[in-house]
């Protein structure tokens, strides 16, 4: 299995607060991303990261932001968390070995509820 | 943005059938994915195209990349409980920044024993 671990695993906060979800890998790979899962909508790419301090939006990064300080940690925050950012959140890694780079590995996800 | 048509949505079947499902985009893609999540975890990858026209399996397992670059299908034959759960399809155009992957909607595959 790869080496991811999300945290914490589950939360529940109330809106208007600032949550923080961390994923860390010891696979020591280049890409890292962030997802959420709802149903009806499958898997959406929030942020994504290619490189220490290299992140870039994704398809719903509003609300969100992400920070990568060192190659084995990809931090995303929700600022000020709403009711519609209730999700499962998960982290993806993958390696750069060319053409292999959608062999996205994933962790376990973090079940957040907004109350 | 681009999107993928994942069909069915869900399938009921008894065990032991063989399974169909399929992925549509409007746009091309140069890799197809294929994923399977577990209930309570993370997807885990099952087979990944790479050509056009590519036929390939994994067990019992088959894929295809669609010849013109806009769909694939997977086949589960002789299907077993532990194939419950979501299927995910997935495109990739290689060359886009971070090499993003788009997502189907998912196949939620039930099995009756």
């Known amino acids: 299995d790869a080496g991811i671990t999300q945290s914490p695993r589950h939360k529940v906060t109330e809106t208007g607060t600032p949550v923080t979800l961390r994923c860390h890998q010891t696979?020591?790979?280049?890409?890292m991303y962030w997802y959420r899962q709802d149903p009806g909508h499958g898997l959406r790419l929030i942020h994504y990261?290619?490189?220490?301090?290299?992140?870039d939006k994704g398809e719903v990064s509003d609300g969100y932001s992400v920070s990568r300080s060192k190659t084995e940690d990809f931090l995303l925050t929700l600022e000020s968390a709403t009711s519609s950012q209730t999700s499962v959140y998960f982290c993806?890694?993958?390696?750069?070995?060319?053409?292999?780079?959608?062999?996205?590995?994933f962790g376990e996800g973090s079940r957040l509820t907004v109350l | 943005g681009q999107q993928l048509n994942q069909s069915p949505q869900s399938m009921f079947i008894q065990e032991g059938e063989d399974v169909s499902m399929n992925c549509t985009s409007s746009?091309?893609?140069?890799?197809w994915l294929w994923y399977k999540q577990d209930p309570g975890e993370g997807p885990v990858l099952l087979i990944a195209l790479y050509k056009a026209g590519e036929l390939t399996s994994n067990g019992r397992l088959t894929a295809q990349f669609g010849i013109t670059r806009k769909d694939s299908f997977l086949n589960i034959s002789a299907s077993i409980p532990s194939d419950v759960g979501i299927y995910f399809c997935?495109?990739?155009?290689?060359?886009?920044?971070?090499?993003?992957?788009?997502f189907g909607g998912g196949t939620r595959l039930m099995v009756k024993p």
């Open positions: 696979e020591n790979h280049r890409y």
């Open positions: 993806a890694i993958s390696a750069s070995r060319p053409r292999h780079t959608g062999e996205l590995f």
């Open positions: 990261s290619y490189g220490v301090k290299d992140t």
């Open positions: 746009s091309i893609f140069n890799t």
């Open positions: 997935a495109g990739q155009l290689t060359g886009n920044a971070g090499n993003m992957l788009t």
